[in-house]
């Protein structure tokens, strides 16, 4: 079986899109979430706004009908969206 966590992160994906799109976000940041308790949050509902939020990048970014959107969209196909909500999660209720 072949291991397939990058830095600690499910997979190469999920790792850099956490990185570049979500590190240091905080609750705040997140629509919806301004006046949520963190212990009370879902992170099933959370992965579906951030996954929602990078694919509204992508489509403000690339054409949609070009390979580069293709490329994107299928990348993030591979990422771990609940990771990176609990992730979030996690930093809130330590902060």
Known sequence: MTDTKYNGWTNYATWRVNLEIFDNWSFGDILGYEDEEPENTDAHEMADILKTYVEELIDEQSPADGIAHAY?????????WIEIAQ???????MA
């Open 87 to 93: 992730k979030i999660i996690e930093d809130e209720v």
């Open 72 to 80: 994107a969209m299928a990348f993030l196909n591979d990422v771990n």
